[in-house]
């Protein structure tokens, strides 16, 4: 029996195409990330293991997304701080004005080193959607 080489994941390709969309349609492309141990970001920041981050050209410096990283420079508090964010970690990324983007399932990191100790396939992961994120923008017609 034949079996399918395992895919290389589209996640930093969407990251990639959904940052460029937003700059060309003039959005302020945010990045929202899962915060544990491999990521470095301003932990004073950092709610809920989450945080939010400002991924415009006017924002940061050096900015490089890359198979397995989303790297950059940013100011926080007028202090110029090195950002390195895994692609896995990304939970979504969106234009700041409308909203519009895409949003990736949350890895369970415990249960998928786990999974990788004992051989399981691992599946995705629903995020749970809360009512602030049910609430996007709409654009009305006024007539």
């Known amino acids: ?26 959005l302020t492309p945010y990045l929202a990330v899962f915060v544990d ?30 198979k397995e990283r989303v790297q950059f420079k940013a100011r926080f508090g007028g202090v110029v701080r090195q950002l390195d ?26 249960q998928a080193q786990s999974d990788v100790a004992t051989d399981v396939p691992t599946q995705p992961v629903a995020i749970p959607v809360t009512a602030k994120e049910k609430a996007k923008p709409t654009l009305t017609r006024v007539k």
């Open 1 to 26: 029996m034949l079996v399918a080489p395992e895919l290389a994941t589209a996640r930093p390709h969407l990251i990639r195409a959904i940052y460029e969309w937003c700059c060309e349609q003039g």
């Open 85 to 110: 964010v895994p692609v896995t970690h990304v939970l979504a990324i969106y234009g700041r004005e409308n909203g519009q983007g895409m949003a990736f399932p949350k890895i369970d990191f415990a």
């Open 37 to 66: 141990s491999q990521v470095q970001v301003p932990m004073e920041f950092v709610r809920n293991n989450e945080i939010t981050l400002n991924i415009g050209l006017e924002a940061t410096g050096d900015l490089q997304i890359t």
